[in-house]
Nanobody, 118 residues
Framework: QVQLVESGGGLVQAGGSLRLSCAASGSIFSINAMGWYRQAPGKQRELVAGITSGSSTTYADSVKGRFTISRDNAKNTVYLQMNSLKPEDTAVYYC????????????WGQGTQVTVSS
């Protein structure tokens, strides 16, 4: 099993920045890709950014150029640097991890709230 713990959420004004962290523990050797999802009230959960074990990245169009995902394998931690935040970025942000060979995100954190005020 893998445990994921997010931190770094909060309230920020539009145009501001936040950095989310996700620390993984447990069977971390089984992790391939990691990602950040978000879910706003009344909306479906969506992939914000993902990063493979080889550090290839992918981003939702809505955050390209503003958000950066990175991972520190030595610390078993993945980060999401969020700049130029907009009110529409307000959501609960979830860290997720893909088990090698599964092709799906099997492990999830508890979520951290990000609120961007206008």
């Amino acid at each position: 099993q893998v445990q994921l713990v997010e931190s770094g959420g909060g309230l920020v004004q539009a145009g501001g920045s936040l950095r989310l962290s996700c620390a993984a523990s447990g069977s971390i050797f089984s992790i391939n890709a990691m990602g950040w999802y978000r879910q706003a009230p009344g909306k479906q959960r969506e992939l914000v950014a993902g990063i493979t074990s080889g550090s290839s990245t992918t981003y939702a169009d809505s955050v390209k150029g503003r958000f950066t995902i990175s991972r520190d394998n030595a610390k078993n931690t993945v980060y999401l640097q969020m700049n130029s935040l907009k009110p529409e970025d307000t959501a609960v942000y979830y860290c997720a991890a893909e088990k090698y060979g599964s092709g799906v995100y099997s492990y999830w954190g508890q979520g951290t709230q990000v609120t961007v005020s206008s």
